[in-house]
């Protein structure tokens, strides 16, 4: 495919300009308020440093608007050395009543190529112990999502709710596979959600289906209409959670590369506004939406009188899963312009100057 030749060219380049890294230098964890399966909690996020997502690091180049590979060594991280960073790391967190813990591997932390069996077993009997600790989150691509896996994980965890979070991105398998360089299709997808749901296990395990808001190539309104019909797939398949990641430029990546050449644009922050309004009108199942990089330049963005509002706006209605009330503000008829319009002119970008 072309898109994997020219991921794979972008890939190397970024590769070779990396600045090696020790794996503790790499390991971050912070905490928040968050909801929960039972409600508002504690969210404990770490971030391990394995060698990378395995997808990204070969021949395909990975995703088109991801560069995480490069918060990874980028060399094997052996077991041992996982568990330490890992305890760490929470050790240095408050664990509080009602709480869900977040790993995030820059890749799949079911793939023992990149997080060891021992690792991923020793890590998950730790949060077992745990009284408070209510749910465990994880990331993983569907191929390593097994009914093996699925009962070596359990066996460890015990009776807690563990969340796999697949990154379907959208349900249209060409915008997946040619504008974002995905490498699995909804088949895939629906495979590793039929596992999860079907497989007779101690604990319980619910999958949550990662979309990702405007990808290359793609106008505002369609990037509307796809996330919404998107949500509306993954609920119809059998997830239990949906979250929303909206476009933020990453280095190194094609789509930085677009956008510096003025070819793409990260969604207006009204875009995700509807998004919300529509899913949790449509949906029964939790929704969140992410707020990285709201209101900066390279991430959704509306003019600096509502950026920063509206950006609370939304994580409080991610926290009582209620659709945000109606706001105006000057820069809402540009928005409301390039909706109209997107389609007559052809644009995949804004059609006016953000402010």
């Not at 929470?90 to 793939?111: A, C, D, M, P, Y």
């Not at 009962?151 to 563990?162: A, H, R, T």
């Not at 997946?176 to 360089?181: A, H, L, T």
């Amino acid at each position: 495919m072309e898109i994997q030749n020219l991921m794979q060219e972008i890939r190397e380049n970024a590769l070779d300009k990396m600045e090696k890294r020790s794996p503790k230098d790499l390991a971050a964890c912070w905490s928040g308020e968050d909801i929960l399966y039972s409600g508002k909690g504690n969210a404990i996020f770490i971030v391990l440093p394995t060698q990378g997502c395995a997808w990204a690091l070969s021949g395909s180049g990975g995703c088109t608007m991801c560069s995480y590979v490069a918060d990874s060594p980028l060399e094997n991280v052996d077991a041992d050395e996982l568990i330490d960073i890992f305890k760490n790391s929470i050790g240095r967190q408050e664990i509080k009543e009602k709480t869900v813990v977040k790993i995030f591997v820059s890749g799949s932390f079911l793939n023992p190529d990149e997080v060891p069996i021992k690792a991923r077993n020793e890590i998950l009997k730790f949060l077992k112990n745990e009284e408070y600790v209510e749910e465990v989150v994880v990331e993983s691509r569907p191929e390593f999502i097994t009914a093996e896996v699925l009962k070596e994980c359990c066996e460890s965890l015990g009776n807690k709710i563990f969340e796999i979070g697949i990154g379907l991105e959208t349900s249209i398998d060409y915008t997946r596979e040619e504008k974002i360089n995905k490498g699995f299709s909804r088949e895939d997808f629906e495979w590793a959600v039929k596992t999860i749901r079907t497989t007779t296990l101690d604990c319980n395990v619910k999958a949550k289906a990662y979309l990702f808001v405007k990808p290359i190539l793609t106008s505002e309104k369609i990037a509307i209409e796809e996330a919404v019909k998107s949500a509306e797939y993954a609920e119809s398949v059998g997830v239990s959670r949906i979250s929303f990641c909206p476009a933020t430029i990453h280095k190194d990546t094609l789509m930085e590369l677009l956008w510096k050449g003025g070819s793409y644009q990260p969604p207006w922050i009204w875009s995700i506004m509807e998004i919300i309004k529509q899913v949790r009108t449509s949906l029964n199942i939790p929704i969140i939406m992410d707020t990285a990089g709201f209101g900066s330049r390279r991430g959704p963005y509306n003019c600096k009188k509502c950026n920063s509002r509206l950006k609370s706006m939304i994580i409080e209605s991610n926290l009582n899963q209620s659709i945000p009330e109606d706001f105006e503000c000057e820069c809402k008829d540009k928005w409301r312009t390039e909706i109209e319009f997107c389609d007559i002119t052809r644009s995949t970008t804004n059609l006016v100057r953000k402010k």
